[in-house]
């Protein structure tokens, strides 16, 4: 195993900036092999990625963390995707339901420090089953979205899972998802329409009013010291320099390194 940091990846991300979702998405393919896959929430910029990979020669499956507190709106767009889609979708659960958390741990989500607690219980562990089995996840983060996410790279080292994460709508701008989910007549999430502009756990996410923040109706009860989970690296400290460990000859890959063969 040799050592890939955020750092190696910066020339690639300047590059990379260049490409479209669906060139990634193949480039993907390409050097990681059977060793990919997609996630997604089955929110808007999710979906545009599973028709992406529903309609390009690129075949992956799709990881999905059903929290156990989902709107059920969301779990038929899982079904529709996978129906429709032709896709294979992979489901996570957490350890405890929430009944059996809540008995354990009483409501965590009413406050700042239990909502860390119960966001990592019921979203982030399920996916640490995962740990081993990609090199590389497709996540849908877009500079768009702004926040954090406002300059999160392309490529992103995720040193939970030790892999790369590769957000290949990072660069897509609103416009652009319009125009593709409209052209497209992507299958969405119902509750976009009822006002949800993002969907998370039925606990912990409302409608958005006309002139809100997008992110606005996350954890609206908390305040708005606490609008991202963690599930996503590039949510968090973006000082770390982070690093994960990966066989060389598939960073020399990822590089664009030529190997030489030496007899
Ligand atoms: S969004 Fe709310 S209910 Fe869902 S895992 Fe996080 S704190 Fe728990």
Known sequence: MARLSQADLATLNRTFDDRSPQELLQWAREIFGDRVAAMSSMQEAGNVICHMLSHIPVRMPVVFVDTGVLFQE??????????EYGLTIHTYKPALTMEEQTEKYGILYL????????????????????????????????????????????????????????????????????????????????????????????????????????????????????????????????????AVDLPQDLIDRILGRSTDFMI
Not at 74 to 83: A, N
Not at 179 to 192: M, T
Not at 227 to 239: A, F, K, L, Q, R
């Open 74 to 83: 969301t779990l038929e767009t899982r079904d529709r995707l996978m129906r």
């Open 111 to 242: 406050s700042a420090e239990g909502q860390k607690q119960c966001c990592e219980m019921r979203k982030s562990e399920p996916l640490d089953a995962i740990r081993g089995q990609y090199d590389a996840l497709i996540g849908s983060l877009r500079r768009a979205d702004g926040g954090r996410r406002g300059v999160c790279p392309i490529l992103a080292v995720d040193t939970r899972l030790n892999c790369l994460r590769i957000n290949v709508l990072a660069n897509f701008s609103n416009e652009q998802m319009d125009d593709y989910i409209a052209q497209n007549q992507v299958i969405l999430n119902p509750l976009h329409k009822q006002g949800f502009s993002t969907i998370g756990c039925n606990r912990c996410t409302t409608p958005v009013l006309p002139g809100e923040p997008k992110r606005a109706g996350r954890w609206r009860h908390l305040g708005p010291w606490s609008v991202y989970c963690g599930i996503n690296p590039t949510d968090m400290d973006p000082e770390r320099a982070p």
